[in-house]
């Protein structure tokens, strides 16, 4: 019985092929969209779970609420080392710190050029890292590694850059900035599990200490170390948070702060690792984080992305169904019971969907190259194959198998033997309606799908074209690399500024795009009245070059040996500390008393995720990291080939470090880029799915009405009134599909744009555009067989069984 059920599926398949390839196709698609989905959620939500100790694991962070609430990822250098002695659950403390700013070494292999780098992913580290965090070594001895000074753990791939295939253990690498000698005590594997802790390097916490002095080193207020926590067996995160706060009012009464300010201001919540990745955006992250919104959405494009797949194999089951009526009759009259007429048509819904999902991992192999490009993944192929996704697979096969096809199984085994001998269809049975009901449900999610991106594609345009209030063009930035360059910095700036095609250079500590430091600032005389603002350090070019328009006062003019310390407001650190007229009052920051100048209009030097924070600039091109570089002209290479060679001039042995401003002002939205196209996709795969069926099903009811068609043809009627007349009412369906998803689709999209503090607005020409693009969809795909049918010769319809 089991080998006939078989035999006569694939007769069908191989009888009904337009039906059996649309049915496979959609499947395929489908499972091949969600697969890539499902890895791609599971790996969001596998971040740090690798980690053995992973539940004990916690990250201390810390959280200021007296004037403008701000939670920071980074905290005091002694307050994990503290807390360990005052609360019995803590069992090690493990702590990073990045160095600042971005490290510069340097190789020189015996009779070899040096080899010179800039490594941006670094940090300097406990050696109970070690143990914590899983470190696994390849070369040396994992207990020692970090424990001596100037000892410098690598990665595989940073120890095969400098040192090829030699053996690393014991050679020496140059820190160009700070001219120190590290040497290479172990190689590390990289993590086999996605994990927020990304670094190439590490040097041991000891070398740091050796040149910091104590008062930074034991300094509570400065948040600068990333600071974790291991728990002991058997103790809970609420029972050390239980005992944090009277831990707070010890560790920071050594300020000078009473009980009542600590409690009422300072907040030490402790954050489990396996958080960070996807709900942790505080301040001075490791690096930039997910979010789980993205999983939600992802999960919900997967789910409704088979759902559309299965609806297409309902309704093409269904409606293939009545060409099938008189097989049914008869295995009725032969005795067959509706038990095994459900599992005859359930096998068959296993096989379409086992050759649908045989295909769709062909189309995923295929996928997986474009879709790591498209997410900023690594997704492979290997993945499918654990056990654990066999079972997952499985499962998933099976389930989609008996979503799709059991209703049609139940259908057709319910035709009344009589009528079905007799090949009596109805076009008003209940399963018409319900076929209709699916048909609005998949181009309901295609509309839902279509207008979100028209809305996430206006959002990314916006940060693109949104004046900042700040000129972003034509700017380079090149980095002042070591000492040798920061001591040279002012020839250096005179000797880039004799390029005809370079119209201005100004120094500056920060870029526009990465995180500003904070600080205290307060009026001198009012300590009391300290607030925290974000600081950037320049010289008197910078405001012009960036063109940023003065609000009052003036700019900084070129200072001397004898002018006082400088101050520039933007708008909002005048409102913050509540001046009317700033212009000529003297503040106090970082020890020194300066004067503001001036006052400067508002510049969005983060992204547009947040409103413009209040910002000091100070007159100080001492501390600049960076020249700005403002170009003319098109020859940007040789430009670049210009500032290169004066630096190999000036400060040989350099590094030329360059980025230009606006490409690094775009890649602060790469995020929200990377989901907005792959959203892209997979609206167009849902719209294509919902099309698929669309297809199948206009060409069925094209088939059933042939006769109709014929009559109609030899009455008089039109080619073009025919073709109205065969898709009007998949069209009717259509426009019921787009009003009852315009809501939904606005509210979610509308819940969406709140993540921003410029949101765009959604504007009435969405839905227009929207219902314009799925009704054009909607009449190509349904056109072709209604201008078939309606071309058919009437003779030719009217024979037609």
Partial sequence: MLS?????AWRNVLRYKLNSTLTITGLALGLACSLLIILHVREELTYDNGFSKADR????????????????????????????????????????????????????????????????????????????????????????????????????????????????????????????????????????????????????????????????LENRGWAGFYNYVLLNNGASRSDVEARIPEFMVKFYEAKGETRKEILATRRTPIQPITDIHLHSKLEKEMGPNSDITYVYVFSIAALFILLLASVNFINMATAQAFNRMKEVGVRKALGARKGQLIRQFLGESFILTLAAALVA????????????????????????????????????????????GFYPALFISNFDPVNALKGK?????????????????????????????????????????????????????????????????????????????????????????????????????????????????????????????????????????????????NEAAAKALKLDSPIGQKAVSLGDTGEIVGIVRDFHFASLHTTVDPLVIVQHPGQAN???????????????????????????????????????????????KRVGNILNVFALFAILISCLGLFGLSAYAAQIRTKEVGIRKVLGATVAGLIVLLSGDFLRLVLIAIVLAFPLAWWATSRWLQNFAYPTSIEWWMFALTSLVTSAVAVLTISFQSIRAALMNPVKSLRSE
Avoid: C
């Fill in 4 to 8: 006939n059920y078989f035999t006569i």
């Fill in 57 to 216: 694991i916690f990250r201390i962070t810390s959280e200021n609420i007296d004037k403008k609430s701000r939670q920071w990822a980074a905290t005091s250098p002694i307050l994990g080392v503290e807390m360990q002695k005052a609360i019995p659950a803590v069992q090690t403390v493990a702590r990073f710190h990045r160095p600042y700013p971005d490290r510069v070494f340097s190789y020189a292999p015996s009779g070899g050029a040096p080899k010179l780098f800039e490594e941006k992913s670094g940090y300097y580290a406990d050696s109970t890292v070690v143990d914590v965090f899983d470190l696994s070594f390849v070369k040396g001895d994992p207990r020692t590694a970090l424990k001596q000074i100037d000892a410098i753990v690598l990665t595989e791939a940073m120890a095969t850059k400098y040192f090829g295939n030699e053996d690393p253990l014991g050679k020496r690498i140059q820190d160009d900035l700070d001219k120190r000698l590290l040497t290479v005590t172990g190689v590390i594997k990289p993590y086999s599990f996605p994990t927020h802790l990304q670094f190439d390097y590490l040097i041991s916490m000891s070398t740091f200490y050796s040149y910091t002095d104590k008062n930074t």
């Fill in 361 to 404: 991992f062909g189309l995923f192999r295929l996928a997986i190259p474009f879709y790591n490009e498209l997410a900023a993944k690594t997704l492979r192929f290997e993945q499918l194959l654990t056990a654990s996704n066999t079972v997952l697979l499985v499962l998933l096969i099976g389930l989609i198998s008996l979503i799709a």
């Fill in 425 to 569: 269809k109805s076009q008003f049975s209940s399963v018409t309606l319900i076929r209709k009901g699916l048909i609005v449900f998949q181009f309901s999610v295609s509309v839902f799908m279509i207008f979100s991106t028209i809305v996430v594609y206006r959002q990314m345009k916006f940060f693109q074209t949104k004046d900042l209030g700040f000129d972003q063009d034509q700017v380079i930035a090149v980095k002042l690399y070591g000492r040798d360059m920061w001591n040279k910095a002012d020839v250096i700036q005179q000797e880039f500024q004799k390029n005809s095609a370079i119209t201005n250079v100004a120094r500056i500590s920060t870029l526009p795009g990465d995180r500003f430091g904070t600080d205290m600032l307060a009026l001198l005389g009012k300590p009391d009245d300290a607030t925290q603002l974000r600081f950037m350090w320049a010289d008197e070019h910078t405001l012009p070059l960036l063109q940023v328009g003065m609000k009052a006062g003036r700019n900084f003019v070129r200072k001397t040996e004898n002018a006082h310390f400088s101050l520039i407001l």
């Fill in 626 to 672: 960076y020249f700005l570089l403002k170009t003319k002209g098109n020859n940007l290479a040789e430009t670049l080939q210009f500032a290169q060679s004066t630096l190999a001039r000036l400060s040989p042995g350099s590094l030329f470090i360059y980025t230009f401003l606006d490409e690094k002002m775009a890649r602060l939205y790469d995020s929200e």
